[in-house]
């Protein structure tokens, strides 16, 4: 599975953006799908996972701002983020894990590359 993230940009604060994920392979649907972040000086945090089936996590810091879905017919995972706050810079990394823990990078067995996401107070 090769990952391609986009999506990320400079918005202030309280503004919203949609990350996309879109996954190569056959078997996307099979995986569940994770969003984490790393910002500078800082390790690699969970963000969101969505499971094949569309159950859904989140880490406490974005339940009820983030939204992660994904569309199994076009290999692509999403994460909408709504009233975005400063400590919400970072570069965000999608992931694919087949039977690991959704919430640990280290157990994904896939990335995509980052993409920024700077928000301006």
């Known amino acids: 599975v090769q990952l391609q993230a986009c999506g990320g940009g400079l918005v202030q604060a309280g503004g919203s953006l949609r990350l996309s994920c879109a996954a190569s392979?056959?078997?996307?649907?099979?995986?569940?799908m994770g969003w984490f972040r790393q910002a500078p000086g800082k390790e690699r945090e969970f963000v969101a996972a969505?499971?094949?089936?569309?159950?859904?996590y989140y880490a406490p810091s974005v339940q009820g701002r983030f939204t992660i879905s994904r569309d199994n017919a076009k290999n692509t995972v999403y994460l909408q983020m709504n009233s975005l706050k400063p400590e919400d810079t970072a570069v965000y990394y999608c992931?694919?894990?087949?039977?690991?823990?959704?919430?640990?990078?280290?157990?994904?067995?896939?990335w995509g590359q980052g993409t920024q996401v700077t928000v301006s107070s």
């Open positions: 392979g056959r078997t996307f649907s099979s995986y569940a």
């Open positions: 992931g694919a894990v087949l039977s690991g823990s959704y919430y640990y990078w280290d157990e994904y067995d896939y």
């Open positions: 969505i499971t094949w089936s569309g159950s859904t």
